[in-house]
């Protein structure tokens, strides 16, 4: 059990650093699809300029606002892809021209395709690349690539059916020791310090179940959990944790590709009759204060 609880606390270290790692990647990102535009300024820059324009030179005017709004603003790309501006200033997408250099170890990824590649904007470049069939692309089926788990690539242990038949509980346990991780670093939304204590009162740790069920339930908030809700949290622990995702397409009783509260609880092992939606009173709460 000492075993159990020490893998527990190590393996809830390594999500809240994972979570921050993330958030790194997607300023990068975010930074890198600014920076593609220098020549554009941003909207409500220099607004005390607009003073000194004269009423009548209406075209003038125009003219400056046009150029201080990006239309890349309202243009969705797909992964591996940026908004650029024609010669026209209408927005495109093309493939990501460059990757932030990444050479810390942990920015690699492991691939559906079982490569290892620098981070995700070099794998997602790369599909794109073949997508759109360009020289650069490597092999054609490359265009379905996606994010399998972070880090590189290695040999992951086949979960035996004695592990299986264990990770409900192993499950279980290690989702109330994220929460009191989570809690101890004052990173655990009021709501769900309820639900931690509430928790803290029952063995089999029921409303720590449903609060990772909650805490994924996000995009949208419809009472499922999808493969991309859960893509963060799989390929997080895959590699540490060989059991995740076979566990997971158990849980997901009638392969509809999504999770309902109610798979959710049963394949962790909680009583039907305990299975109760406390997900919207949370979500509404956390809508209201923002």
Not at 23 to 40: A, F, K, Q, S
Not at 48 to 57: L, P, Q, Y
Not at 194 to 209: F, G, Q, R, T
Not at 284 to 289: D, F, H, I, S, V
Request: with cysteine; aromatic share 8%; proline share 4%.
């Amino acid at each position: 059990m000492k075993v159990l609880l020490l893998l527990s606390i190590l393996l809830a270290l390594v999500v809240c650093f994972q979570a921050t790692e993330a958030r790194d990647r997607e300023d990068r990102r975010n930074r890198r699809e600014t920076d593609e535009y220098p020549d554009v300024e941003e909207e409500g820059a220099d607004e005390d300029d607009e003073d000194d324009v004269d009423d009548d030179d209406t075209d003038n005017d125009q003219e400056i606002v046009d150029t201080r709004i990006n239309p890349c603003d309202k243009k969705t790309c797909r992964r591996g892809e940026e908004c650029y501006l024609d010669n026209a200033r209408k927005a495109k997408c093309r493939c990501v021209e460059q990757c932030t250099p990444e050479p810390d170890p942990r920015y690699m990824v492991c691939s559906n395709k079982n490569l290892t590649f620098d981070s995700e904007c070099h794998m997602d470049r790369e599909a794109c690349w073949c997508r759109r069939r360009k020289p650069q692309c490597g092999n054609p089926s490359f265009r379905t690539l996606r994010l399998d788990y972070y880090g590189e690539c290695k040999q992951l242990t086949k979960c035996q059916d004695f592990e299986m038949e264990q990770f409900p509980l192993r499950m279980s346990n290690w989702l109330f020791k994220v929460m009191e991780e989570l809690a101890r670093r004052n990173e655990l939304d009021d709501d769900y310090v309820e639900m931690l204590k509430s928790a803290e009162k029952d063995k089999n740790h029921v409303d720590a179940v449903i609060w990772k069920f909650c805490d994924l339930d996000v995009h949208p908030q419809d009472r499922f959990v999808t493969r991309r809700e859960l893509l963060f949290v799989v390929a997080t622990i895959k590699p540490m944790e060989h059991c995740l995702a076979p566990f997971l397409d158990i849980c997901d009783a009638n392969k509809d590709r999504k999770i309902s509260l109610y798979e959710w609880g049963v394949c962790l092992g909680l009583d039907q009759g305990k299975i109760q939606d406390k997900c919207g009173a949370v979500h509404k709460k956390n809508k209201g204060r923002k």
